[in-house]
């Protein structure tokens, strides 16, 4: 067994999503796993090209996204944790990629061929569990976006996504919070959050102009997460009015 192969069946051994998984199927998978290195930039694939291959983040970010005529970008999804699966649906369903796919910085996939997947399915219902799983995420991740495109402000879809950020690098009340530039510039966050990049400028300054971040040109810093958490809950009330009942992100934690 070389070292590539013991590598890439210890890593899909610890992800959660091959939980289940007998070990001879997760060896056949490694063993038609191909790593991938991405630097910034790099396209995976582009929207209409054949769909031959699943990818499995290793490290990095990856994003998915449509681009118009004109060439303004909507990320529709951005893969960051080790063990997520993309391409399920052009894979199982289109045959072809029905967005387009570039890393965000260094990443680096393992990609398997799809007639494999669908064996190892078939025989899995673990693995069919994963990907039925991954997908019900992206599609919920979807549906997130099309309510905050449609029911939200420019400045309230910036605010969720810098609490989010904040979130994800264990940011909690009382602690300033970091969010490096190089992944979360205006034309990023833009594309993120379905707006041009003058509102997002103006949006920044906005959420700067209360107190809740503070810019420079290397970072974004959440100063008071109460702030960013108050300014996102009376926008949620603005929206729902006072009898809402739709669902909010949970802030409690």
Known sequence: MTQLLQAVIGFLTGLPSFKGVDAATIGTLAARCRPMSLRPAQSVFAEGDPCRHLYILEAGRVKCYRASPEGREQILKVFEHPGDIFCTTSAFSTGSHIVTAEAMSEATLYVVDIETMKRAVMEQPALAL????????????????????????????????????????????????????????????????????????????????????????????????????????????????????????????
Do not use: C, N, Y
């Open 130 to 253: 994963a990907l039925v799983t991954a997908a019900s995420d992206q599609m919920r991740s979807l549906v997130g976006l099309a309510e905050d495109l449609s029911l939200k402000t420019a400045t309230a879809r910036v605010a969720k996504l810098l609490w989010e950020r904040a979130r994800a690098e264990g940011g909690h009340h009382g602690k300033e919070v970091r969010l490096r530039r190089d992944g979360l510039r205006e034309e990023q966050i833009a594309a993120m959050v379905g707006a041009v990049r003058v509102h997002v400028s103006r949006s920044l300054k906005a959420l700067a102009g209360m107190g809740a971040i503070t810019l420079d040109r290397t970072a974004i810093r959440i100063t008071d997460m109460k702030v960013l958490e108050a300014f996102l809950d009376a926008a949620d009330v603005a929206r729902r009015g006072p009898r809402g009942t739709s669902p909010s992100i949970d802030r409690r934690q």
